[in-house]
Nanobody, 122 residues
Framework: QVQLVESGGGLVQAGGSRRLSCAAS????????MGWYRQAPGKRRELVAT???????NYADSVKGRFTISRDNAKNTVYLQMNSLKPEDTAVYYC????????????????WGQGTHVTVSS
């Protein structure tokens, strides 16, 4: 089992900043990719940003230049620094991690956190 715990959500004014964190724990051998997705009311879940174990990030066009994803491999933790927030960034933000279970389970996993709410007021 792999558990993801997110933190850092809340209410922020437009133009402000917020930093999300997500820590993975459990029977982890390695994590190949971590990322953030979001789901606004009435909309589908969408990719925000991902980062591979080598540190190469990938961003949705809507957040490029405003959001920065980073990870601490030693802590199995991923961060999302969100700057210049807009009301349209309001959503539940979900953390995702993909990797391999440690022995004796083996095999790949893809786990999701419970989500953290971010509300940007205009």
């Amino acid at each position: 089992q792999v558990q993801l715990v997110e933190s850092g959500g809340g209410l922020v004014q437009a133009g402000g900043s917020r930093r999300l964190s997500c820590a993975a724990s459990g029977t982890i051998f390695s994590i190949t990719s971590m990322g953030w997705y979001r789901q606004a009311p009435g909309k589908r879940r969408e990719l925000v940003a991902t980062i591979a174990s080598g540190g190469i990030p990938n961003y949705a066009d809507s957040v490029k230049g405003r959001f920065t994803i980073s990870r601490d491999n030693a802590k199995n933790t991923v961060y999302l620094q969100m700057n210049s927030l807009k009301p349209e960034d309001t959503a539940v933000y979900y953390c995702n991690a993909e990797g391999y279970y440690s022995s004796p389970y083996g095999g790949r996993f893809s786990s999701w956190g419970q989500g953290t709410h971010v509300t940007v007021s205009s």
